[in-house]
């Protein structure tokens, strides 16, 4: 796939074929424990005096991938649901 | 822009469009707080009884759409940090 205009769905689909078993058999519950993890390190990340632009950038992926994790065993088409909020016609005025 | 393929990189930059002034003025730390915000009516929906699938959907929109500002104001490319980290010759083997 090409990495320039990677789409939702293609990512959702890469992490779904290489981790959807464990997954799903790990549980809702689980896997939002360890997106939470991520998380906490995008925090520290973040906040970092002297920000590491390399570390920050892997923090944003690690928490993008385990929020895919979440929506493939939440059976949620990422793509569908953030056209449907902020692309469609009722996307919200002025704030998120 | 096509909703059936939409790219990381389309949905970064019409959230930064639409409002990149007020989200950098705000700052990552009160970004972060409300991105967390979303984190927890995403935790409400996963874990409610009788899931409502379109409440369910809309919050994962709702968290990728802060995460998408916190990238934003990060001046972090999304598309390029979960290539390199997730779909590169380096990515992690079995678990993310």
């Known amino acids: 796939m090409s990495q320039q ?14 981790y959807d078993a464990a997954d799903r058999e ?3 519950a689980k896997t939002f424990a360890f997106f939470i993890e991520e998380v906490g390190e995008l925090a520290t990340a ?3 005096e002297g ?4 570390n920050l950038r892997e923090e944003f992926a690690d ?6 994790t979440l929506a493939n065993i939440s059976d949620v088409d990422l793509c569908d649901a ?4 902020y692309l ?3 996307r919200p005025e002025g704030t998120k």
Do not use: M, N, Y
Request: charged content about 30%; aromatic content about 10%; proline content about 3%.
């Open 26 to 28: 790990r549980g809702w």
């Open 51 to 54: 920000k590491d632009p390399e």
């Open 63 to 68: 928490v993008l991938a385990w929020l895919c």
């Open 46 to 48: 973040l906040a970092g």
């Open 82 to 85: 953030v056209a449907k909020k």
């Open 5 to 18: 205009s990677l789409t939702f769905a293609e990512f959702q689909k890469h992490i779904a074929g290489r």
């Open 88 to 90: 469609g016609k009722d």
